[in-house]
């Protein structure tokens, strides 16, 4: 895989719903293959957040490895931006927050108590986000929401339209 230049996207929570076993990652990692993480999909998953994944991939390889030290927070945290646009030969745009990047961010509140009492931010990022943090999206500089209030599409009508659509799907 390595000298091919071939990605792996880790989904631990999709993989361990479908009891599919967890990918080897640590051994990936050390053999230099890029590693990035995802979420599958709502239907093998029931979920698609990202920090879920962030955090069963940083604590899933240490119980499996027996080793606290493998699949630190900054190497998890960079498989989740990083490594993710690297796979998708976009890491010239995408990934890191620097000048001529395009600016696609989230923005939390470092207020929340997932944040409390400030030690380390890396670490409390990968161990204790879950995502009710995130109070900005902003996609190509643009809002998409921003003080919690999603601008770009009204939630309401989608959560009308998605209870329709199970209705008939469901019967």
Request: net charge negative.
């Amino acid at each position: 895989l390595s000298k091919n230049n071939v990605s792996v996207v880790h989904d631990p929570s999709s993989n361990m719903k479908l009891a599919n076993g967890i990918a080897p990652i640590v051994k990936m990692y050390n053999e230099g293959i890029n590693i990035c993480l995802g979420t599958d999909g709502a239907a093998s998953n029931n979920s698609l957040n990202l920090w879920n994944e962030i955090r069963l991939a940083a604590l899933v390889h240490k119980a499996i490895t027996q080793d606290p030290t493998v699949m630190s927070a900054p190497q998890i945290l960079k498989m989740a931006t990083e490594n993710g646009a690297k796979a998708l030969g976009m890491s010239n745009s995408l990934g890191r927050i620097e000048k001529d990047m395009l600016a696609d961010l989230v923005v939390l509140d470092l207020d929340a108590l997932s944040f409390h009492p400030p030690n380390d931010i890396i670490s409390d990022l990968a161990y204790s986000t879950n995502g009710s943090e995130v109070k900005d999206v902003i996609a190509n500089g643009k809002f998409i929401m921003k003080d919690r209030e999603i601008l770009t599409i009204d939630i309401q009508e989608v959560k009308s339209r998605i209870d329709e659509y199970a209705g008939q799907i469901c019967v």
